[in-house]
């Protein structure tokens, strides 16, 4: 189960944390991703981390602006967000891929397994 948390509203160039917490013992067993959804848009990949936190990818829209981080021992996974624009806002989910028989990097939706509920960023002008 996961279960994110951390959004708000924050003006633009303003920052924000978002953090996803696992149940299960099995963390490390899992490469994690962050999507978001926009009202009206198709959910779309953000970034995502590799089971032991030493490799990430992001999508083009946010490299250099958010960074994802993991603690193994704590089952979290964090996405912090820098010089946020409102084109930021939506709701954000953290995710999971098993890395036995995923691929690496996961940016696709049906790559993943299991979802967390989902965060309401909102960044105003």
């Known amino acids: 189960q996961l279960q994110a948390s951390g959004g708000g509203l924050v003006q633009a160039g303003g920052s924000l944390r978002l953090s996803c917490a696992a149940s299960?013992?099995?963390?490390?067993?899992?490469?994690m991703g962050w999507f978001r959804q926009a009202p009206g848009k198709e959910r779309e990949f953000v970034g995502a981390i590799n089971w032991s936190g030493g490799n990430t990818y992001y999508a083009d829209s946010v490299k250099g602006r958010f960074t994802i981080s993991r603690d193994n021992a704590k089952n979290t996974v964090d996405l912090q967000m820098n010089i946020l624009k409102p084109e930021d806002t939506a709701v954000y989910y953290c995710?999971?891929?098993?890395?036995?028989?995923?691929?690496?990097?996961?940016?696709?939706?049906?790559?993943?397994?299991?979802w967390g509920q989902g965060t309401l960023v909102t960044v105003s002008s």
């Open positions: 995710a999971a891929q098993s890395v036995y028989g995923g691929i690496w990097p996961p940016s696709k939706r049906h790559e993943y397994a299991y």
């Open positions: 299960g013992r099995t963390f490390s067993s899992y490469h």
